[in-house]
């Protein structure tokens, strides 16, 4: 099952049950040659001796209709860079101390999916964890931060081990000079707040963005649901 396949069964999965839904956080199983949505007390549930941690490929996190930020909808993988880092700790074995993700690893997650809608217009993005890790060096500041952690029975990570690896991740100027919390605003005052002397900031801001997440994007009109092109 390729990535757009995936994309297009995240659309039709949210069209079918929570299209009314502010918010809705799932995990993506896979199951065979298809995919499945788990809610999150059920993922825990389902998996108190780790039956389905290797079996879980991704996370779906999406937000209904945002009439205030349309920043949301342009760039959905700003939204929160804490996901990312949590994503990839359990990926490379690691397990937080609140058990966010769960109690076990999750050694197969490839994909974290994001999207908005925005009046009738739902936006979709799907990242590969890896590629992505790599552009925001999370191999090389994962290792500085949490060193031989995993050369030792105790993979547990505290909170504040990843707040100090997701401010090193946000202090890097990786968005056309900017950091990720400054580019954020940028593309917030040109899209929500009209300052249109930021276009060719945000053009800058945006293809910066492409390179380092290298989203697979569909854009869909949630009255025909059929993929538009935005």
């Known amino acids: 099952m390729d990535e757009y396949q995936i994309v297009e069964l995240v659309k039709d ?49 999406l937000y209904g209709v945002v009439r205030s930020k349309i920043r949301s909808f342009e760039f959905p993988m700003f939204s929160d860079s804490i996901d990312i880092v949590e994503l ?13 993700h769960g109690r076990y690893p999750l050694p197969n997650l490839k994909y974290y999916i994001s999207g908005s809608r925005h009046e009738n217009r739902l ?14 060096n999370l191999p090389k500041i994962v290792s500085s931060v949490l ?7 105790n993979n547990m990570v505290e909170y504040d081990e990843v707040d100090r690896i997701n401010e090193q991740i946000s202090s890097q100027k990786l968005f056309a000079g900017h950091t990720w919390s400054d580019a954020q605003v940028i593309v917030y005052e040109y899209f929500d707040k009209n300052k249109r002397k930021l276009s060719k900031e945000v053009l800058k801001i ?11 994007r ?3 009109d949630t009255k025909t649901w059929e993929q538009v092109v935005f």
């Open 13 to 61: 999965w949210y069209r079918e049950a929570h299209r009314e839904w502010d918010y809705v956080r799932y995990y993506v199983l896979l199951n065979g040659n298809m995919v499945s949505f788990v809610p999150p007390p059920s993922f825990y549930n389902s998996n108190t001796h780790g039956q389905i941690s290797d079996r879980t490929i991704g996370l779906v996190d």
């Open 147 to 153: 060193g031989p952690k995993l050369l030792s029975e």
């Open 123 to 136: 936006a979709l993005e799907l990242i590969d964890l890896d590629v992505v890790a790599n552009n925001l």
């Open 218 to 220: 569909v854009v869909y």
């Open 206 to 216: 945006s293809q910066a963005y492409e390179q380092v997440f290298r989203p697979r």
């Open 88 to 100: 990839y700790v359990y990926k490379r074995g690691y397990v937080l101390a609140d058990e966010t």
